[in-house]
């Protein structure tokens, strides 16, 4: 597999950021961030995916970040869906999202995309979790079904628990 690593930020002697393995094209885009110092700069990830049958989706995956205050948080959200609005091919976003699912954030999200659960599985802290932060949601006009979403106890590689999710597509 080929990986494509979106640098967000130097962290403690390394970069920080996300990562999708994939074997198709990746791109980013740079979210944007206000002049808060603490602010850390965010990315979105991008991959247009060939599936067995021809048709092509994409994929996207970013991080946001994880400050008390929503301000930047809000300002990526809509970004994200301003850069995706016009998005033809059928559209998939996860991430960490640093959003509970009653957040102005997710709910900003949830105006162009469905989560694939609306009763989720707490993802954080790996031990004892009490919160859900990590959210997978795709466009509304796609016509995706959701198959089943899990979350994986999964405690090694992560500070949050990994969630699996099976789409279909249909025609």
Do not use: W
């Not at 690593?5 to 990562?19: E, L, N, P, Q, S």
């Not at 991959?47 to 970013?62: D, E, P, V, W, Y």
């Not at 659960?117 to 959210?135: A, L, M, R, S, Y």
């Not at 089943?148 to 969630?163: C, E, F, M, T, W």
Request: net charge positive.
């Amino acid at each position: 597999m080929n990986f494509y690593f979106g640098k967000a930020i130097a962290h403690d002697g390394g970069d920080y950021g996300v990562a999708i393995l994939s074997k198709y094209p990746l791109s980013t885009y740079k979210l944007p961030k206000n002049d808060d110092p603490k602010a850390e700069q965010r990315v979105l990830a991008l991959a247009t995916i060939t599936l067995i049958n021809g048709q092509k989706i994409r994929f996207a995956s970013t991080h946001l970040d994880a400050q008390k205050n929503d301000a930047n948080r809000l300002m990526r959200v809509t970004d994200i869906n301003r850069l995706t609005v016009n998005e033809k091919l059928p559209l998939i976003v996860s991430g960490d999202l640093n959003a509970d699912p009653t957040s102005e954030v997710i709910k900003i999200f949830d105006s162009q995309f469905i989560r694939s659960c609306t009763e989720c599985t707490f993802t954080i802290p790996v031990i004892n979790p009490q919160k859900t932060i990590d959210h997978i949601g795709f466009k509304k006009r796609d016509r995706f079904k959701v198959l089943s979403h899990k979350v994986i106890a999964a405690r090694n590689a992560s500070d949050h628990l990994p969630i699996l999710t099976v789409l279909r597509l249909n025609p």
